[in-house]
């Protein structure tokens, strides 16, 4: 069992995220691809054309203007349209890479590769993003800016400076928790008492809402709610509703100088002992710290003296 310092260090350690592949790819009719365990987070963008993608046996529809956020370690296969093959951008992210270690930029997409399974590197909850996440960006809004630019600079620079990659991903993943905020998601795609049940968690999470509240609204049962969420969203109401509060606490931490207690009771978690613990929980450190390390006065990255691992393709 871990002592309490190694646990703390692995709370400090747990938001530092970092890019360590990216890169464009046009698909050819009727190529079929697969990757059994990708060791990151993916942000998938269809640039144009069309297709699908299983994730962990689970079929997603795939068309321009859709970015995915993909879950850690995933099982991945790729179907493109055989008339109109999507052409796509990625950006990997590590969400977890400890400072200090050893600089590699790659991502493992199959056991035995470089850095797979690396104990420098872990998944991190990102609330309201876990899971397979779908939204509808523009290539001129600041998502589609930063992922563009992204992808450009590693294709140039083979991301070997690690204060750049860690700083692109910081901008990526704040910039993703703000559209996840806007409520942006496409809801067409849903059953029609999910996306109701999704709007009205949206506009009132900060109501502690439950799951018989949510059964309620719809007129079903329990059971029935829960096997909405798990089917469409991959996740359990329960986790979809916490999900919202911390995505929007986390907003107000890095936007407001409100009291850590006042940010708890904005998004309707009204016991600061149970708000800080749930945050920690789920973020990986404290509001407090989170503030500290991310806010506008947070400290910058430091400086590897280690390199990238050369020769790896662009995948």
Known sequence: MPDADQLSSKNADANSP?????????????????????????????????????????????EPS??????????????????????????????????????????????GEVAFDSPDREDVEWPGLDGVFR????????????????????KQSHGENEDEARSLARLIVNELFRKRAEGVQSLAEYPEELSRMIVYVNNGFNLSLTVTDLAALIGRSRSHVLKLFRK?????????I????????????LSTTMPIAEVGQSVGLFDPYHFSKLF??????????????HGPFSNPPKVSIHHSFPGQPIR
């Open 18 to 62: 970092a890019i360590c592949r990216a890169g464009y790819f046009q698909f050819a009719s009727n190529q079929k691809l697969r990757n059994e365990r990708v060791q990151s987070r993916g942000l998938y963008w269809c640039k144009s054309g069309c297709g699908r993608f299983e994730v962990n046996g689970v079929s997603y529809e795939l």
């Open 242 to 253: 916490i999900d919202c509060e911390l995505g929007a606490a986390r907003e107000l931490l």
């Open 135 to 154: 939204l509808k960006i523009k290539a001129d809004e600041p998502i589609g800016l930063l992922l563009d630019y992204a992808i450009r600079w590693y």
């Open 280 to 293: 920690r929980r789920h973020v990986g450190i404290a509001p407090s710290e989170y503030r500290q390390r």
């Open 232 to 240: 469409h969203l991959g996740v359990s109401p329960k986790k979809y």
């Open 66 to 111: 859709d970015l995915y956020v993909l879950p850690w370690d995933r099982d991945i296969s790729y179907f493109p349209d055989p008339k109109k093959p999507m052409y796509t951008g990625h950006v990997h992210v590590v969400p977890g890479y400890r400072p200090g270690a050893k600089w590699v930029a790659n991502i493992p997409h199959e056991a």
